[in-house]
């Protein structure tokens, strides 16, 4: 059974909006993915360190807003987002 996928969203001093993942990303929640960070202006802080599960469908996603997001990871999920060359388009931190 998955984990659902949970979003929820803050701002940080400086304006910016970190949207944080919690969960498992798949192609059944991509379309709550992709609409979450479409609601929101700018630039955006995606917050994937509480994400268990990330497949092909869920980097299609980050693909498409490489432009504007900058990541959180963890050890966890790097090797994924470098494999996939995600790391290479946009900013991967770790927590």
Partial sequence: M??????TSSRRQDGVTVLTAVGEIDMSNTGD????IEQ????????????EYLDS??????????DRIQLIATALLEPVLTISGLADLTTVHRP
């Fill in 2 to 7: 998955t984990a659902p996928l949970a979003l």
């Fill in 33 to 36: 993915l992709a609409t979450a």
């Fill in 40 to 51: 929101v202006p700018g630039p955006i802080v995606l917050d994937l360190t509480g994400v």
């Fill in 57 to 66: 469908a869920g980097l299609s996603v980050l693909f498409a807003h490489a």
